[in-house]
Each structure stands twice: as structure tokens, then as C-alpha cells.
């Protein structure tokens, strides 16, 4: 078998996958697209491991290994993904970015509700309980 075809067919379909990741929107589409680039890797392990003729099948073991940890990746992520659909009413990534409570310290703000100081330095808290006497 000659290397070059499966390893050709590897990069389209990581460059596929990474098109997917860096421009889709839909959480799910991004997780389709990053288990895409998983499976271009194991095909470049299969391949490189066919044409070594490696006695130990190192390549075919690594394979079935980055295939478990596929599935438990897109099942957690599928189920987080549906928990910020329930939560939110989508799964948009633009809107995933803000995920502080709606009611809470906005950005700018410390934990305890105080603007940040203007100069962008934080203060000490020995700083912040004089500012607050």
C-alpha cells in the first residue's frame, strides 16, 4: 500500500474538521467536527502502522484507545451540551461565551461586586476593606 493516499485523505479530513471547529456556531457541529480530526488521526495511526509492519500493532492499539476515548468524550459532551440547551434555549457558542448569571457581577467587576480599578491593578484586599470602610 502506498502511504501517500491514506495519508492525503488524513489531512483533508482534518483540515475538514478544524473548518468545522473554527467556523461553525452550533456546539454540536463542533463536536461532530472535532470527532472529524480524531478519526483523520487514527487513520494516519492505522496507515503508519500498516506500512512499518509493526509486530506489535502499536498503531492498531492506539487506534481502538483514541476510539474510547472518542465515545466517552462526545457522550460527556453531548450531555453537557444538552443540559446548556435546556438551561439556555440553545447551544450557539457566541452566546455560550457569557455564562454569568443574569443578575450577577458583570465584567469589570471583582466576586464581591466592586469595579476593578481604573488604572487595570488590582487592589490588595487590605486596600479593598480601607476602600469599603
Not at 489531512?11 to 461553525?24: H, N
Request: charged share 15%.
Amino acid at each position: 500500500m502506498h502511504l501517500a493516499y491514506p495519508a492525503v485523505l488524513a489531512a483533508l479530513l482534518f483540515c475538514t474538521g478544524l473548518y468545522g471547529v473554527l467556523a461553525r456556531r452550533n456546539a454540536i457541529l463542533v463536536l461532530m467536527s472535532v470527532e472529524l480530526m480524531l478519526n483523520a488521526v487514527n487513520l494516519n495511526l492505522v496507515a503508519f502502522d500498516v506500512w512499518l509492519r509493526d509486530t506489535l500493532h502499536a498503531g492498531q492499539a492506539l487506534t481502538l484507545f483514541t476510539i474510547t476515548i472518542a465515545a466517552a468524550e462526545i457522550g460527556i459532551g453531548l450531555a453537557i451540551v444538552l443540559l446548556v440547551y435546556r438551561n439556555r434555549g440553545g447551544s450557539d457558542i457566541d452566546r455560550l461565551r457569557d455564562t454569568a448569571e443574569p443578575g450577577g457581577p458583570g465584567p469589570g467587576t471583582d466576586p464581591d461586586g466592586t469595579a476593578a480599578a481604573a488604572n487595570g491593578t488590582q487592589q490588595a484586599p487590605e486596600q479593598k476593606a480601607e476602600a469599603a470602610a
